[in-house]
């Protein structure tokens, strides 16, 4: 058998790389036919005369549209918006004690990587900027074959069982009978599906928290979610959760900027990995583990199983092992991060699974999923699918096969073939599954660990400073502002009260409602058998309060201005040096300045030089910007009179941003709502006027401004 060509390319030399971006027509190749016919005209149909109807005889038209008829794929079931990147994985050190996985254990092999992050309820085309769970997936190259760490930017999930699954999914997605609202969760089939699921309070503590609108896909956290295994090489195991950290911090935008951003540019998180990559600002997480011993297992208020729980930080930390790094971007869109098929069951030996109910449930359903979706069981032939591992195996025929298999012998056992392919031992890498005792009573039944559905989601609520506790109150209040069905506010309301009776106050306040006792949990729905086991229960929890729960508080928070997006507002007259000298200091650690001006072209500036405009005042707006810097002017003024300048700065304001205004800029902000105010975060006449703006806009928004509802 051929050895198939690798999907990852080496990364390479930047001219290369020019050349490569624009390959369809650089390269000087005559244009043809499916067939290979060279095309002379590829502008008109073969027509009965030049006014005459057009041919069936026509095959190159025919060929043409029947191809393009065909373009479209179904999208995927949920994450179908996603975005892509290649890169690589680089372990610290060897992880022998817990894994035999090759690729954690050699230091010296970079593993290539494909990312693809992703939205969860819209559709291919709907806005970055959802309330929404970020999918993010890692397909690892391994010399062992695919690994893919399939996981979500939340700890956990909202459901524990994957029975209720496509219930959740039903009742988030757009409403059968008009698809309104489209990837939105503030409506009524989700709240009236979330009221009755008592288990989903965990989560929706995250979902509405700012983890849901994050300010870049650069900037999330990435976690594994169930609990895993690791086995080494003496088949041991020890329960593994996989984080992965950004090195630019954890950072959000508001739900007002999210909303107004969906408006102004719906492709805002896919332009900024595309472009971060694409100027080498290669986006990096840190890849850590939280380790378990099997003896362990039992040791925790809560059931390492369960997938709507996390293990805090401070009782078991997160070690890293390497990290990741985003270096290239795909190709082509479709072939690489539409076609592109992950699947929590495609592990290496040294990992395994444990028995998680719902990762349990998506063993079963990726495969199934890129059956409908790709169209043949031979999808893993598709470039960006393919193994770097040589793959040898019986597996014959099917829809649209790359493979040319040679002989007569498609089984095994055969002595034909000379028994080949044959089996590999454990010791040459042979994967076998972990041999767990179980002893069991077959049931459909909720284990009663699992039982506990309030304390971590209270637990993530106590953790969140008065700021983030804000937004979680102000995301309730909007959802369930949304939600026709007074019943259905009332029943979240009744959840609320019992993770926390000030959170359901304040939620109750803004709709206007009155906290109502807690029903009974409806798990088991009308006419099942009553089990009483379902009742959920409250454990006290050792861990009170994580700050690796908080973006605000988060130790890997991190202050660097890298790759921020500072907005200039000028007109004709701007100072120069007020320019450059911002300009300079801000590029220097590492954030990208915009001009933004009434026209784009160029302005001629107080000494009479051209200055480059990037945006003109139509196109750019606040929302797009981490902060907003006003040079001096001699025609200040004018833009102080400009519609579009007072509601930049105005928005910039109440987004909680950093404003800076030098010298006679200031009558800029005159009337706006940014009064100068160090102490507000709007700077103004600072000797060093720079060096502060830089060092405020490291603390990311000054949620000071903010009022607590
Ligand atoms: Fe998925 N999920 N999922 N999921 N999931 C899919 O597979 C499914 C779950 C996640 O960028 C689908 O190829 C079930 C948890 C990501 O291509 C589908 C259950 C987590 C992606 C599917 C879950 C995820 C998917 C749709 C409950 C976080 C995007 C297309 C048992 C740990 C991957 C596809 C990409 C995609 C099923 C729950 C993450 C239908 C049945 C929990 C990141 O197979």
Known sequence: MKEKPTPIKELSDAKQQDLEKNRSYSDNRAMTTDQGLKINDDNNSLKAGDRGSALLEDFILREKITHFDHERIPERVVHARGSGAHGYFKLYKPLNKYTKAKF???TTVNTPIFARISTVAGSRGSTDLPRDVRGFALKFYTQEGIYDLVGNNMPVFFIQ???KF???????????????????SAH???????SLMPESMHMIMWAMSDRAIPRSLRMMEGFGVHTFRFINDKNESHFVKFHWKPKLGTHAVLWDEAQKISGKNSDFHKLDLWEAIDQGNFPEWELGVQIIPEADEHKFDFDLLDPTKLVPEEVVPVTPIGKIVLNRNPDNFFAETEQIAFHPGH????IDFTNDPLLQGRLFSYTDTQLSRLGSPNFHEIPINRSIAPVHNNQRDASMRQEINTGKVAYFPNSLGGGCPFQSKIADGGFTSYDERIEARKVRERSTSFADHFSQARLFFDSQTPTEQNHIIKALRFELGKVETVAIRLRTLGLLAQIDNKLATKVAEGLGLEVPQPEKPMNKGVGADADESQEPIQKNQKVKSSDALSMIKNPTLSNTIATRQIAFLCNEGVNDESVENMRNALETAGATVKIIAPHLGTIKT???????????????????????????GKNSKDLAQMPEVREFINDSFKHCKFIAADNRAKEVLKNTDAKPNTDMGVLTDSANLSKDFIKKLGTHRFWQREKLV
């Open 606 to 632: 107080e000494k009479g030089k051209n200055l480059t405009v990037d945006q003109s005042y139509l196109i750019a707006a606040s929302v797009l910007f981490d902060g907003t810097f006003i040079p001096d």
């Open 347 to 350: 592990i290496v030996p040294g």
């Open 161 to 163: 069982d994957a029975m």
């Open 104 to 106: 954690l254990n050699d």
């Open 166 to 184: 496509p219930d959740l999914i039903h009742a988030v997605k757009g409403e059968p009978h008009n698809e309104i609202p489209q990837a939105a």
């Open 188 to 194: 009524d089939t989700f709240w009236d599906f979330i």
